[in-house]
């Protein structure tokens, strides 16, 4: 019987990673990208490039989780299983899309402050579209296929109690949690660490993490594997 415990570890360690690398992406530039501050970017060139990287390291790792998960879900359900990957595959692609607003607004600042800011208005007008975007992206759009994504593989995992039922129902009423909180972010502009987004979105957070541990040190449940491979 195949146990899949590389893959399990694996897994845990990525979620671990993304997390991690979606949290640190924010340390970098700290208020700098503040639009009062925003004339500071063009000082920040090392900075902006580090918060890329991080963010590649994000998008990466948020992708590897479903396909890292795909081997041993696609045997339960291989549709919610392929739904997962593209999902969190789409969630990389869109932080990918907000690093490159990032280097675009830094290139845009660079060349007004080296022409002497003979455009201002110009540059502000430029600078808060990019940065608006960037908003949309991280407040928004890259929740929406994170959280569709995370939804199908928590319910394979649910269903096929490859990890314990309290923690998959955990992980799909978190999940919930947080779509409720992305979409009312949407709809209120109401974007970052406010009171609404903290509490929703923390029961996902801490989800993942346990999930991560708990993959990596029991990995997949034995019972359950052992019940696929008898019915195959």
């Not at 503040?34 to 090392?46: H, I, Q, R, T």
């Not at 595959?89 to 845009?108: I, N, P, Q």
């Not at 660490?193 to 929703?200: D, E, S």
Request: glycine share 10%; aromatic share 10%.
């Amino acid at each position: 019987m195949k146990t899949y415990r590389g893959n399990a570890t694996a897994v845990g360690v990525l979620f671990i990673a993304c997390t991690v690398s979606s949290i640190l992406s924010a340390i970098p530039l700290g208020s700098t990208l503040d639009v009062s501050n925003l004339s500071k970017l063009s000082a920040s060139g090392n900075r902006v490039v580090l918060t890329a990287l991080i963010e590649l390291v994000w998008a990466a790792t948020a992708a590897g989780i479903a396909i890292g998960l795909y081997p041993i879900l696609r045997k339960f359900n291989r549709a919610l299983a392929l739904g997962a990957v593209a999902g969190r595959v789409v969630e990389g692609t869109f932080v990918l899309v907000g690093s490159l607003s990032l280097l675009v607004l830094l290139t845009v600042s660079q060349e007004s402050m080296a022409a002497g800011v003979a455009a201002p208005s110009l540059f502000a007008a430029t600078g808060d579209a990019w940065l608006a975007a960037r908003e949309w992206l991280h407040g928004f759009v890259i929740l929406l296929p994170f959280l569709i994504g995370a939804l199908m593989y928590y319910y394979v995992l649910y269903r096929s109690r490859l990890v314990p039922r309290w923690l998959s129902g955990w992980g799909l009423a978190a999940a919930v949690l947080s779509l409720v909180a992305t979409v009312y972010s949407g709809f209120t502009l109401d974007f970052g660490f406010t009171t609404v987004n903290t509490v929703l979105n923390a029961p996902i957070g801490v989800q993942e993490m346990v999930l991560a541990v708990w993959l990596i040190v029991k990995g997949f449940d034995r019972s359950a594997l052992a019940s696929l491979a008898g019915g195959a």
